[in-house]
């Protein structure tokens, strides 16, 4: 055990920039889902966990030039979100929050039905609708 300690300690003795680099890119994590995370979940439409219609802004741009950027752009955010969600289970931040965000922000089969499973926790439906509140936006519905 103390082997692997001297390893961790030598190695970080030895890259101090690689240490800087995460903790910054750490804190811009953290401050973007800070900002972003409540921007996205006020822009939310009341039933989007409830309601099967598309809610996204791809209506707006299929068939165009800017139909595969979107779909990269949005799905990449997606991913980001979910592990800095799964980072923040952790790690100071809203976790489940914003694992539940970047779900509904990626195409996969089953998508719904993990966002209601993951929002019939009480906590991540309260703390959204909490942000909402304070927006003066209507609650998001409990799905069945």
Sequence with gaps: MREIVDFVLHWMDAHPNVLWAAGASSLLIFLATLIGLPFIIIKLPEDYLVSPKDHSLRKYVR??????????MKNLLGWM?????????????????????????????????????????????????WIRRKAGKGPLEKPE
Excluded: C, W
């Design 63 to 72: 068939g165009t030039a800017l139909d595969l950027p979107y779909l990269i």
């Design 81 to 129: 979100l979910i592990l800095a969600g799964l980072a923040m289970l952790v790690l100071p931040g809203q976790g489940l929050l914003a694992i539940v965000v970047g779900l509904s922000l990626i195409k996969f089969p089953g998508k719904q039905k993990a966002l209601r499973t993951i929002v019939h926790q009480e906590s991540v439906l309260k703390s959204a609708n």
